[in-house]
């Protein structure tokens, strides 16, 4: 079916919409955002000419992780760093949090696609769910949502009990506190945070009204409003971010421009590995050297003391596997020479799998006198005078993160309620389908045109709000694999979402909650009513029963960009553990792998904030391991 009206006409011209956004805010940037252009404290990247025939350390991806390293271990002015990244530097436009969707399917986003499936993504063109990962200085600390969570403290207490000492939370809590430099006043002398860090914690300089309604909604379904990164998780929250006077900070900003005048750090950018050398020595295999693209010319970098992998949790596991380090009969079967038979490389496939597109309908307050639109509304929100407020007076809607704006950690009715140990997180959020006019939220989720006009053609531009419900500890296992032995090609990922079906049990439930949260004294105040389209896929099961949440997750299945688990850390009885407790790749000496590959279980949160943490641990024992602290 044609999508008919404005709808069609956003929808047709929406690239070239997302482009246009961009390019303004890049122009407006360049006239008079100089504090966002920074040039003299940007990472000056070294010309492969200048580069050395050996580093101590050679360091593959520039990401959440790679980018703690880096900064890590150049501290120890002896020894030389390479840091190789297969993008360019962070755009300058990445710096403004609405502008977030934008990079999404842009030249940083290596734009992953899960295969096709028959029990998720099935509101999705070809039935694939989009699977963005960043391609810049920063990795995908430059696309994300920019949400600063930890985890809940079970999560590392757990990790250290399949086998892994000192990860428990409170070996790991000196960790988290150490990048941190929170900057929101009723935290900042918490013994869970800490000030100085390289990596600033704020909240959004700028709310929408309506979210304050939607935490006030939280109290009246018995919840208090907590620090969710502090004592208690279980709670709703004003969303703590990744900011620096209200503009993303990356880990590229955070970490790498504050030391880009250090000597002995070198940062190669548009530099894709190809492959890690190992060396065989009777039964002893040493990782060598990197082998690396610069646009059509290889190069080769010999690493004196360590390799270390930061490729993050699909690119990770592609890159041993090409290299010759994975399942033998997998690679067997692409016709790569086997290194180092680990059957564990790319499996445990773990993600943070949501519903979205569950749209309410609200109508402001009779009373409302705010000078902005009491919830996100592109046309009524992205105006004119948005763009002069945040170049003139560095305030206004650009500063907002409408995505989730709150978050909750709330317990269904399969947690057990007596613990702090929530099983969903909600992401209050004042965008939705329908108040973007499918701009933003239906391309970077791939939703297809039928769907879209079904769901939300007749509601477009009416205010309202949806919350996305995050499966916080999914029990559903994929895969990662190779298409073929070049790393050209993008890997075959396939989640397999909801292959267990307590995880539809879970999502179903809170699904309810968020229900059962609009008919809450607070939003009857904004006569909030559910979208009075049903998807016509689930049109044989009662709205809103559970068997309508579980069909309506699994055609609107919504990844929250959290993938792990591919090179689990585990002891060497375990046969699928790749790394040890120390990241050193099992049976291969000299490499190490630090991203959010290694993690066993993914945490209950999102991942930034643990990666950052789980560089800036292994930092310290690469350090310990070499003599040096």
Known sequence: MALTGIAAILIRFSPAINVLVLVLLRVLIGLYRPDIVDPESRVKPVLPADLQRSYDFVIIGGGSAGSVIANRLSENGNWSVLLLEAGQEEPEVSDVPMAFASLQLSPVDWQFKTEPSNRSCLAMNNRQCNWPRGKTLGGSSVLNAMLYIRGNKKDYDEWERLGNPGWNYESVLPYFK?????????YKNSPYHSTGGYLTVEYFKHRTPIVDYLVKAGKDMGYDVVDSNGPKQT???????????????????AFLRSVSKRKNLHVSLQSTAEKIVVYKDGESKTAHSVQFRVESKLYKVKARREIILSA???QSPQLLMVSGIGPKDHLNEVGIPLVHDSPGVGQNLQDHISIGGMVYLIDPPANYTGEEHFSFNLPKTLTVNAFKEFTMNHNGPLYAYPFSEGMAFINTKYANKSEDYPDIQLFLSTITDNTDGGIFVKSDCNVNDEFFEKMYQNILFQDGYQIMPLLLRPRSRGYIKLRSKDVHQPPIIVPDYFKHPQDLNVLADAAKFIYELSQTPTMKLLNTRPNPNLIPGCSEFPFPSEDYWKCFA???????YHPSGTCKMGPAKDPMAVVDPRLRVHGISRLRVVDTSIMPN????????????????AADMIKEDWGWK
């Open 178 to 186: 150490k990048s941190e430099n929170m900057t929101i006043e009723e």
């Open 235 to 253: 709670g709703f929250t004003f969303s703590h971010g990744t900011l620096r006077d209200g503009l993303r900070c990356s880990t590229a900003k």
């Open 312 to 314: 993050g949790a699909v």
């Open 554 to 560: 699994q055609h609107y299945s919504m990844t929250i």
């Open 602 to 617: 993914v945490c209950s949160g999102n991942t930034n904030a643990p990666t950052i943490m789980i560089a800036e641990k």
